[in-house]
């Protein structure tokens, strides 16, 4: 069913209206985000991510519903990815707790933009060649099984040799200090990129990595783009607040990797077995949330008093800042 064009817009004047209310009021000057404040806008975005899927439930169907807290679970839980590297970037860069907000902040607005257009071009190809989806299937199976068997790599990373970090570098004039919460700064006389920007640059980049496996993972639920898109940006929006939550006890999450790993195969399998069986989006549903449920309370319970040590935040930023200097 085509839907109208002022439902899309409604649907981004929504979500402009969050993003500014977000900025404009609750964040309008910069400050550390307590547990507390991130416990609250997580709560606050995964309910509006359940009430759009009850909104599309009755006003679509119970099929378009579950397709969309389908697509939502697997964009929200392959987003959650996205704050390994989030902690290793701030605690590589030194980023001050009180600028981080910021730097997600617009790193979100580019991811939005991002997704967007990779999944208009998703859609327009998947209608003009369906044996892309084979291809998409093959590349989600091949990603999940390379999750799998180097999900226990835990060697350093050295960020100034990043290609994308380099080619910045190289670009643009970049200052050695920060100039509080300014992506770019005037330092005698000449303007200069500061190393936050350098930090936007990278989650950017980052994302558009993550997007390259969570945009054909979706197309596996479903095709529909309003449903496509729609469910990416509600699960992006909530992702800031919940790297605030989880921050501090990221690396409880030992088996989070190794059940991403085993979705991603399994959409993939789904994918290229289409034509021949199409899996029900119910079984979709269960099959993920039931893998994500094991892989958490197996971290949490691996992790547990008298398992591995939980680090402090600032704890576990210093230690991987040193790693990361040393590697």
Same mark, same amino acid.
């Given at each position: 069913?085509?839907?109208?064009?002022?439902?899309?817009?409604?649907?981004?004047?929504?979500?402009?209206?969050?993003?500014?209310?977000?900025?404009?009021?609750?964040?309008?000057?910069?400050?550390?985000?307590?547990?507390?404040?991130?416990?609250?806008?997580?709560?606050?975005?995964?309910?509006?991510?359940?009430?759009?899927? &009850?909104?599309?439930?009755?006003?679509?169907?119970?099929?378009?519903?579950?397709?969309?807290?389908?697509?939502?679970?697997? !964009?929200?839980?392959?987003?959650?990815?996205?704050?390994?590297?989030?902690?290793?970037?701030? &605690?590589?860069?030194?980023?001050?707790?009180?600028?981080?907000?910021?730097?997600?902040?617009?790193?979100?607005?580019?991811?939005?933009?991002?997704?967007? *257009?990779?999944?208009?071009?998703?859609?327009?190809?998947?209608? @003009?060649?369906?044996?892309?989806?084979? +291809?998409?299937?093959?590349?989600?199976?091949?990603?999940?099984?390379?999750?799998?068997?180097?999900?226990?790599?835990?060697? &350093?990373?050295?960020? !100034?040799? /990043?290609?994308?970090?380099?080619?910045?570098?190289?670009?643009?004039?970049?200052? %050695?200090?920060?100039?509080?919460?300014?992506?770019?700064?005037? @330092? /005698?006389?000449?303007?200069? *990129?500061?190393?936050?920007?350098?930090?936007?640059?990278?989650?950017? $980049?980052?994302?558009?990595?993550?997007?390259?496996?969570?945009?054909? *993972?979706?197309?596996?639920?479903?095709?529909? %783009?309003?449903? +496509?898109?729609?469910? /990416?940006?509600?699960?992006?929006?909530?992702?800031?607040?919940?790297? $605030?939550?989880?921050?501090?006890?990221?690396? @409880?999450?030992?088996?989070?990797?190794?059940?991403?790993?085993?979705?991603?195969?399994?959409?993939?399998?789904?994918?290229?077995?289409?034509?021949?069986?199409?899996?029900?989006?119910?079984?979709?549903?269960?099959?993920? +949330?039931?893998?994500?449920?094991?892989?958490?309370?197996?971290?949490?319970?691996?992790?547990?008093?008298?398992? %591995?040590?939980?680090?402090? &935040?600032?704890?576990? !930023?210093?230690?991987?800042?040193?790693?990361?200097?040393?590697?």
């Amino acid at each position: 069913m085509e839907l109208p064009i002022w439902v899309w817009f409604a649907f981004i004047g929504f979500v402009l209206g969050m993003l500014a209310l977000d900025l404009g009021v609750f964040n309008r000057k910069a400050h550390v985000v307590s547990v507390r404040e991130a416990g609250i806008w997580t709560t606050v975005w995964v309910s509006l991510g359940l009430a759009f899927a &009850a909104l599309v439930y009755f006003w679509q169907g119970p099929q378009k519903g579950i397709e969309w807290l389908t697509g939502y679970v697997v !964009e929200y839980s392959l987003a959650v990815d996205n704050i390994f590297v989030f902690v290793m970037v701030f &605690a590589y860069f030194g980023v001050p707790a009180i600028y981080r907000h910021r730097v997600l902040f617009w790193g979100i607005i580019g991811a939005l933009l991002m997704r967007g *257009a990779m999944i208009l071009l998703g859609v327009e190809l998947i209608e @003009r060649f369906h044996w892309i989806l084979y +291809v998409f299937g093959a590349f989600l199976v091949f990603t999940g099984i390379k999750m799998f068997t180097q999900r226990g790599d835990d060697e &350093a990373v050295d960020l !100034e040799a /990043n290609p994308v970090i380099r080619f910045a570098r190289r670009l643009l004039r970049v200052s %050695p200090e920060y100039d509080g919460q300014k992506f770019f700064t005037v @330092r /005698n006389g000449v303007r200069m *990129a500061t190393p936050l920007f350098l930090v936007l640059i990278f989650i950017e $980049f980052t994302d558009l990595i993550f997007a390259v496996d969570s945009i054909p *993972a979706i197309f596996a639920i479903t095709t529909d %783009p309003f449903i +496509v898109f729609t469910s /990416n940006v509600m699960a992006i929006l909530g992702l800031r607040s919940l790297y $605030f939550l989880l921050a501090h006890v990221v690396d @409880r999450f030992i088996y989070l990797k190794t059940g991403l790993s085993v979705i991603l195969t399994f959409i993939g399998v789904k994918l290229l077995l289409i034509d021949v069986y199409k899996i029900p989006t119910t079984v979709s549903l269960s099959v993920i +949330v039931s893998v994500l449920t094991v892989s958490v309370l197996a971290s949490l319970w691996a992790t547990r008093k008298g398992g %591995p040590r939980e680090v402090p &935040a600032e704890e576990h !930023e210093r230690l991987v800042g040193e790693v990361e200097r040393q590697g």
